[in-house]
């Protein structure tokens, strides 16, 4: 599982096949793609500015106020 915390900024992409991918107190730039793993967006302090692609049914945890633009399904 990979964790950003304590106000991370990632100015491009995330992507996982496999691992999880936990936002905590996160901004990221752009789009956030998994294609067998679960995503928790934690808290209100994190936000997607992208989209969230999702390639397989996943638990797609977001916290009230979490900040997140569209989620695309490709399956």
Excluded: W
């Amino acid at each position: 599982m990979t964790t950003f915390s304590d106000r991370t900024s990632v100015h491009g992409s995330l992507s996982t096949v496999n691992g999880k991918i936990r936002l905590r107190d996160t901004r990221v730039g752009e789009n956030v793609q998994t294609s067998n793993a679960d995503i928790p967006l934690v808290d209100a302090n994190s936000s997607v500015m992208g989209d969230i692609h999702l390639y397989c049914e996943v638990n797609l945890d977001i916290a009230d106020g979490a900040g997140t633009s569209k989620i695309i399904e490709h399956f």
